[in-house]
């Protein structure tokens, strides 16, 4: 059974830091791409970084783009997001999910993604 489970979410400050981590079991880890999602009330959920199978290539939304950093440990079977100079507006529930992909494919497409995790809750005061 595969599991993806989420931590470090919380609520911070504008202009601080969260890392989150997304550990997997169940699944050969080096085998998928990661990504990370948020979503907010009443959006659609809305890609935010991803990497790929041996973290040779990363993408990020123009959005988060210089403030967060994606990265990934195959020995840890970990993804995580580094996440600088928060903003109000990067108040989401964030998921990671995991794509059976070639060696250095990313994608942008929610529905490309094969599993999810439940999501953990980032809240950023002004």
């Known amino acids: 059974q595969v599991q993806l489970v989420e931590s470090g979410g919380g609520l911070v400050q504008a202009g601080g830091s969260l890392r989150l981590s997304c550990a997997a079991s169940g699944l050969t880890f080096g085998d998928y791409a990661m990504a990370w999602f948020r979503r907010t009330p009443g959006k659609e959920r809305e890609f935010v970084a991803g990497i790929s199978r041996i973290a040779r290539n990363t993408l990020y939304a123009d959005s988060v783009k210089g403030r967060f950093t994606i990265s990934r440990d195959n020995a840890q079977n970990t993804v995580y997001l580094q996440m600088n100079s928060l903003k109000p507006e990067d108040t989401a529930v964030y998921h990671c999910?995991?794509?059976?992909?070639?060696?250095?494919?990313?994608?942008?497409?929610?529905?490309?993604?094969?599993?999810w995790g439940q999501g953990t809750q980032v809240t950023v005061s002004s």
């Open positions: 999910a995991a794509q059976a992909a070639t060696w250095y494919a990313l994608d942008t497409n929610a529905n490309a993604y094969n599993y």
